[in-house]
T-cell receptor
Framework: DAKTTQPNSMESNEEEPVHLPCNHS???????IHWYRQLPSQGPEYVIH???SNVNNRMASLAIAEDRKSSTLILHRATLRDAAVYYCILKDTGFQKLVFGTGTRLLVSP | ETGVTQTPRHLVMGMTNKKSLKCEQHLGHNAMYWYKQSAKKPLELMFVYNFKEQTENNSVPSRFSPECPNSSHLFLHLHTLQPEDSALYLCASSQGQGQNYEQYFGPGTRLTVT
């Protein structure tokens, strides 16, 4: 299964935008890019996913590079509740499972 | 509240005990999953069920025995566990298994094996 690379941690201030990067240089044409997050002492929570076009929902935006070798999860205004570990995961047709890596730990300061 | 509930939330058991973890989803989904999250390690997929049929067993030891009586319920039966099995056990569900489906996770059961 294709791999993703994320920074171990990032910091942000409350009410500022946050851009969480993910590199996936070996992505195949049919891989979907999924983002989940895990708040402390909770199960993972679905955030957003996409294939080629940028995607928006009530939680976040997903910007996908034209060559699809990288993507960025955008939180438009970080809140303290957004402090979590964010996982970028590729899901393909043959390996239809979520394979979690170590993710990016986002710290949000008041 | 994700629509996936797990009981119990915490469990302490001895190595000779038998216990079961329960998961229920109220989302009308067809696929259900068991994951294990040990301290300082990524989530590991254990089992996958689709329409009550097991479609994935990720080389899980036989002391973990899953059961899926219907699409809404999933159990994990535990017996003769080891201390290294102490972890957070997470259940998830999805509408289908395809790559375009997102998974919804329960809050997990924190298991301690003494």
């Amino acid at each position: 299964d294709a791999k993703t690379t994320q920074p171990n941690s990032m910091e942000s201030n409350e009410e500022e935008p946050v851009h969480l990067p993910c590199n996936h240089s070996t992505i195949s044409g049919t891989d979907y890019i999924h983002w989940y997050r895990q708040l402390p002492s909770q199960g993972p929570e679905y955030v957003i996913h996409g294939l080629t076009s940028n995607v928006n929902n009530r939680m976040a935006s997903l910007a996908i590079a034209e060559d699809r070798k990288s993507s960025t999860l955008i939180l438009h205004r970080a809140t303290l509740r957004d402090a979590a570990v964010y996982y970028c995961i590729l899901k393909d047709t043959g390996f239809q499972k979520l394979v979690f890596g170590t993710g990016t730990r986002l710290l949000v300061s008041p | 509240e994700t629509g996936v509930t797990q009981t119990p939330r915490h469990l302490v058991m001895g190595m000779t005990n038998k216990k079961s973890l329960k998961c229920e989803q109220h989302l009308g989904h067809n696929a259900m999953y068991w994951y294990k999250q040990s301290a300082k390690k990524p989530l590991e997929l254990m089992f996958v069920y689709n329409f009550k049929e097991q479609t994935e067993n990720n080389s899980v030891p036989s002391r973990f025995s899953p059961e899926c009586p219907n699409s809404s319920h999933l159990f994990l039966h535990l017996h003769t566990l080891q201390p290294e099995d102490s972890a957070l056990y997470l259940c998830a569900s999805s509408q289908g298994q395809g790559q375009n489906y997102e998974q919804y996770f329960g809050p997990g059961t924190r298991l301690t094996v003494t």
